[in-house]
């Protein structure tokens, strides 16, 4: 063994006593001298008034066999002979020492040995003060009452808070008329219901200028490396052509309604948060508003039918190989002018940054070579 198993015991067990929360059942053996015991200077240290503290004293058929002082046994269960107070003290029976022993076994012959004890003819035990079912039951009460104390010290707090807060509206708000709960609530939701209307006011045009520019923000990486890159690889025309169509049907099936679909929910939650930004600043509500729109985005959900829709349509505008006009098609280039364009400086700048500057940079420019760059 250690040398200081003994301290380290201590302190563990210290560390759940001091929880004031904890009830504290103090056991001692009351087949042996138990003023031996160091457990109840540990006891009255921790919880020196006794208000979650049981006495429990155990082996009480071996004190009788062995004879032992009833007069100390007395004073043990009346708090008399430790220097520390207790809720209760009770005595009980734990077994005969068999390891097999069931708990009923164990309950029976508890049972008996009280019921023909010496100690309980001589009046050392009273009635209350025996067996593990009037422990338990003092356990119980015990609990339940730190419940209630823990309770009322909550509603203590509550109600003084609530008075601070009834203080503060009537220093603040002099001029305002003090109300419900049930009114905030209300007057905060028909605010924002009307936010929520005021969506119907955005230009369809703008709408489809913000999901387009994130769309493409959200997609542009895997539309370069999983599609363009691979079909620059064909040899001729239709075989670029081929290796498009196989990738990006492959992607509309897979991936891309999902991906639109979540940048629709992020437009649609930025256009809200547009619209509660230009309505009044209000701050009994600001912070109600803020609160009801974190709880939106967690539960607003697109329906299930809106996910295979979408992947029709996108399906359709694969086949559709018609241009519209000229005014489309010029469109049309310009936007992969514009994208390739920007891959090109992005990778530029990536590559630049891997290799760090040139020498007629450094040069010029005062630019060094970093430790990975010299890589």
């Given amino acids: 063994m250690a040398s200081d198993t003994r301290q380290r015991i201590q302190t563990l067990a210290k560390t759940y006593m001091e929880n004031p929360n904890a009830i504290i059942l103090c056991i001692q053996d009351g087949s042996i001298d138990a003023e031996r015991s160091n457990v109840t200077d540990l006891v009255s240290e921790i919880d020196p008034a ?131 709960r049930d009114e905030l609530f209300e007057k905060a939701r028909s605010e924002i219901l009307d936010n929520v209307m005021n969506l119907n006011q955005v230009p369809p045009q703008e709408w489809e200028e913000a999901i387009h520019d994130e769309l493409w923000k959200s997609v542009r990486q895997h539309v370069f490396d999983s599609i363009y890159y691979n079909a620059t690889e064909a040899t001729d025309a239709g075989a670029f052509n081929t290796v498009v169509d196989i990738k990006l049907r492959h992607w509309v099936e897979k991936m891309l309604p999902n991906k639109a679909i979540d940048v629709g929910s992020d437009v649609l939650m930025a256009q809200f948060g547009k619209m509660l930004e230009m309505s009044v600043q209000d701050q009994l509500y600001d912070k109600l508003k803020g609160r009801v729109v974190e709880e939106m985005r967690k539960r607003h959900q697109w329906e299930n039918k809106a996910l295979s829709t979408l992947r029709i349509m996108q399906q359709s505008a694969l086949e559709d190989r018609v241009i519209p006009d000229k005014r489309s098609w010029g469109e049309s280039i310009q936007f992969l002018d514009r994208a390739l364009r920007e891959q090109r400086s992005l990778l530029e700048q990536q590559l630049n940054e891997a290799c760090g500057p040139t020498r007629t940079q450094q040069w010029i420019r005062w630019k060094r070579l970093s430790e990975s760059q010299r890589v």
């Fill in 50 to 180: 006794g208000k979650r503290t049981i006495f429990v004293l155990t082996k009480v058929d071996m004190a009788e066999a062995n004879l032992l002082n009833p007069d100390r046994i007395r004073q043990i269960l009346d708090g008399k002979l430790f220097p520390m107070m207790a809720l209760g003290y009770f005595a009980v029976i734990t077994g005969k020492g068999q390891g097999d022993e069931s708990i009923t076994a164990i309950r029976k012959y508890e049972e008996e040995f009280f019921q023909k004890s010496k100690l309980f003819k001589e009046g050392v035990l009273k009635p209350g003060q025996m067996t593990t079912r009037n422990l338990s039951m003092a356990v119980s009460k015990c609990f339940w009452n730190m419940v209630r104390e823990s309770i009322e010290q909550q509603a203590d707090t509550f109600k003084a808070r609530r008075f601070n807060l009834e203080t503060e509206w009537k220093n603040s708000f002099p001029h305002i008329r003090q109300m419900a």
